[in-house]
């Protein structure tokens, strides 16, 4: 199985977060994503700001 990730550094931001998440399916990627961004970047929980992270999936290994 291929993993999916999600790297912070890719969306701009005013904390400059360095933090990359990575999962076997893109629906636990996504909830972890979710939680994440809205502790430690304040966003709302919304289709809209789901669909936006759909957009920032990668397949394979994160970058070191």
Known sequence: M???YID???VPSESKCSVTIAA???KELMDVAVQHAVSVH???DTPEFR???TKAIHT???PA
Do not use: F, M, S, W
């Open 24 to 26: 076997d399916t893109e």
């Open 60 to 62: 394979g290994t994160p």
């Open 42 to 44: 304040g966003h709302q």
């Open 2 to 4: 291929t993993r999916k």
């Open 8 to 10: 912070c550094r890719e």
């Open 51 to 53: 669909q936006a992270l």
